[in-house]
């Protein structure tokens, strides 16, 4: 996971040990569910039989409140990502809404680039999701490692990426943190959109503050609320990103500059950025969020009859029809190879109170 900082903690991305159960009485989650939850008692069981399944393998990525561990399912030998956070800290950070919402959007959307969410179970340490496994790895891991993509490669995954939000925002949901490091490659390389602990549906405009400050439009430091149009601010971000090499705002790795620059909107454009791209990463980065690239109301349809993606055939897109610039090196589908390494010390987190297991009652 890269080291850039959020507002607000987002546990994102995605142990060697015979069960995942928290508790070794098994009865533990079951009377929890008689006592108080509206999940019927039958589906409850069934899940956690489906996690007493899993076989740990290790961790693949962590966040402020989070982490995801590859697991394996014995009785199909099925490779999963399983995200576990822990319930007295994800309390303690004042996250439960954020994880909730994240649980409920992900359970409501099917989308090719997006991740998709199976099941989701607690303890009386964890809260459990169970998501596809995506051996491929963070894109950021292949913009450290290139330095910068070229204009096809970036346009590939910018149309990718586009396609999502077009989704997203027909739903009226706004994802709020797209970065390389939510953006994850399958076996492919096509591209799955991962963590939606900032997602949130919105009909007008929300005025919380988070994400990462390189991502972050005007509104969101002005604290004058926000929608859809922050996440075509991101956009812009990115393209600058993946053709650059660094973010537009904060080119000295120095994040207290970030919000003056941003607010001012000055932009050192460098060379590998052409003109029709630049055009484009400009209207994205539009100051005002209504005049905003996408803002408008033929919405995402703006973004996509851009002259930049004049050789994109969208359905093609939609269908996983173009040909990923970057085949992930991927020796079986287990393969953790792409991920970094991470401390396995996950297991010692205090048990939650009763008061903080009501919270979770339905998850």
């Known amino acids: 996971m890269s080291s850039r900082l959020q507002h607000s903690p987002s546990n994102s991305s995605y142990t060697d040990s015979p069960s995942l159960s928290a508790n070794n009485s098994e009865n533990d989650t079951v009377l929890i569910a008689k006592k108080m939850s509206n999940v019927s008692l039958e589906e409850r069981e069934g899940r956690q039989q489906a996690l007493d399944r899993l076989e740990l393998s290790k961790t693949v990525g962590t966040g402020s409140y989070g982490r995801v561990l590859l697991v394996r399912d014995r009785e199909t030998s099925v490779y999963h990502a399983l995200k576990i956070f822990s319930i007295t800290h994800v309390v303690q950070s004042r996250q439960t809404e954020h994880v909730k919402s994240e649980k409920e959007i992900l359970a409501a959307i099917k989308h090719p680039f997006i991740v998709k969410l199976h099941w989701t179970h607690h303890s009386e340490q964890f809260l459990y999701m169970l998501l596809d496994y995506l051996p491929g790895g963070e894109l950021f891991t292949y913009m450290r490692r290139k330095g910068s993509f070229d204009l096809k490669t970036s346009i590939f995954y910018a149309a990718e990426i586009t396609s999502a939000l077009e989704y997203l925002h027909s ?193």
């Open 171 to 363: 739903l009226q949901i706004v994802y709020r943190d797209l970065k390389p490091e939510n953006i994850l490659l399958d076996a492919e390389g096509h591209v799955k959109i991962v963590d939606f602990g900032f997602a949130k549906k919105i009909m007008n405009k929300t005025f919380t503050t988070c994400g990462t400050p390189d991502y972050l439009s005007p509104e969101l430091f002005k604290g004058t609320g926000h929608n859809k149009s922050t996440d075509w601010w991101s956009l812009g971000i990115l393209t600058f990103e993946m053709l650059s090499g660094a973010t537009p705002f904060n080119p000295n790795q120095n994040e207290s500059e970030i919000p003056g620059k941003v607010l001012s909107g000055k932009i050192s454009w460098p060379r590998t950025i052409d003109e029709s791209t630049k055009a484009f990463i400009k209207k994205l980065l539009h100051q005002n969020p209504d005049k905003r690239l996408g803002a408008g109301r033929n919405g995402s349809k703006e973004v996509k009859e851009q002259p930049w993606f004049s050789s994109i055939k969208w359905d093609d897109v939609y269908h996983r029809k173009l040909k990923p610039p970057i085949v992930p090196d991927v020796k079986h589908p287990g393969d953790t190879t792409n991920f970094d390494e991470y401390k396995e010390d996950w297991r010692s987190t205090p048990f939650a109170s009763d008061r903080q297991l009501e919270l979770f009652q339905d998850f």
